[in-house]
């Protein structure tokens, strides 16, 4: 399991911006959580699952263990949560039924 960030560099509110993934939506959960992100701030309905960071913070990030992704990374851990996520959600429907 890993944890990654990008280097889009998305210019917004002054700063600039790139995109933090993992391989699990629970390992992304407790990184962004010790990297100190809010849990509010995950977005799960964004083309893919994924906090949005600052640039320094990434450099932090990067510190703390998490790996520079290619695009491709980031498109196969942005998949892999999708199918978590449905998955779980798919689960938690069929307990109500």
């Not at 978590?84 to 689960?91: A, D, F, I, K, L």
């Amino acid at each position: 399991m890993a944890v990654y960030v990008d280097n889009v560099r998305i210019p917004w509110r002054g700063r600039k911006w790139c995109h933090l993934v993992a391989d699990s939506t629970d390992e992304l959960h407790d990184f962004a959580r010790i990297l100190g992100l809010k849990r509010a701030w995950f977005q799960p309905n964004a083309s893919y699952p994924h906090y949005d960071i600052t640039i320094e913070t990434r450099e932090i990030a990067l510190r703390m263990g998490a790996i520079e992704g290619s695009r491709k990374e980031i498109i196969r851990c942005a998949r892999k949560m999708k199918e978590e996520m449905c998955g779980v959600h798919v689960q938690q429907l069929s307990l109500l039924l």
